[in-house]
């Protein structure tokens, strides 16, 4: 399936590993036109320099710097001709008992993953408006669907964004301006080992049974990949969904209970 997007300049945030990276090499197989944004710099340049190789067609630029810092999101907007496709995407706050989640570490969990997200969204809507064209996905988490132990912070802010994005998609559909929030649960990411090995720690368990245990529950029976990951957000990001908005696509292996 053509995704009809070659050609358009897309942002990716925390690009450099994991689901982020999938979705950047996703896009850039589609022929989109990227900017990639990190925290770490070598890691991005390596992560850039690996992507371009495999598709030497695209123009690839990156940034590096911290995404809740307004400076880093106005000079990322300035990089490109124009923004078709926004890919928010930002590392969940370290576990924890909500008994010491602090006034600090709230506000932090806010800035990156609802604050910083939702002035990149403000930022590159009207341009979408205006060329009656625009791709927004953020990566949220399944714990927005289904809560997971000793990740408040992160399930609140993020559940937060889910809020925010259901209510201006409804504005901006008519202007082929599309929201949606993919929600992956368990891939094989930095993330689901540090939360499984904080899990271990706590638990006072090995970490090697503690991973064996998390994937046989799931009903897959393994973790997903990034390039899974990514797939789906490349469709997401395709002419083909512009009657579809506000909806929270869930990628869990089957792990979610209900039926809706």
């Known amino acids: 399936m053509d995704l009809g997007i070659r050609g358009k ?53 990156t940034f590096a710097g911290d995404i809740t810092e307004p400076q880093v999101r106005d000079a990322l907007i300035k990089m490109a001709p124009q923004i078709d496709i926004l890919v928010t995407n930002a590392g969940g706050p370290a576990p924890g008992n909500f008994r010491t989640d602090t006034r600090e570490r709230w506000l932090a969990a806010l800035e990156a993953q609802l604050i910083g997200h939702a002035d990149m969204i403000t930022k590159v809507v009207d341009g979408m408006v205006a060329r009656k064209f625009g791709r927004i996905v953020n990566i949220t988490s399944a714990s927005v669907k289904m809560p997971v132990e000793n990740l408040g912070l992160s399930t609140a802010a993020r559940m937060a964004l889910t809020g925010f994005a259901s209510t201006i998609s409804r504005e901006l559909v008519q202007h082929n301006v599309v929201i949606n929030n993919l929600l992956p649960g368990p891939f094989e990411t930095d993330r689901l080992t540090g939360n499984m090995r904080f899990a271990a720690e706590q638990a006072g368990e090995a970490y090697e049974d503690v991973y064996a245990a998390r994937v046989s529950k799931n009903p897959a029976k393994r973790f997903g990949t990034a390039e899974e990951f990514g797939a789906v957000c490349a469709f997401l990001c395709s002419t083909h969904v512009g009657f579809m908005t506000a909806q929270n696509v869930l990628m869990d292996g089957g792990a979610f209970p209900g039926n809706i």
């Open 9 to 61: 300049w897309g942002i990716v945030e925390a690009a450099s590993k994991g689901l982020g990276k999938g979705s950047a090499a996703a896009l850039a197989a589609e022929g989109v036109n990227l900017i990639l944004n990190a925290r770490g710099k070598e890691t991005l340049e390596d992560t850039a320099a690996e992507i371009k190789e495999a598709n030497p067609d695209i123009q690839l630029l």
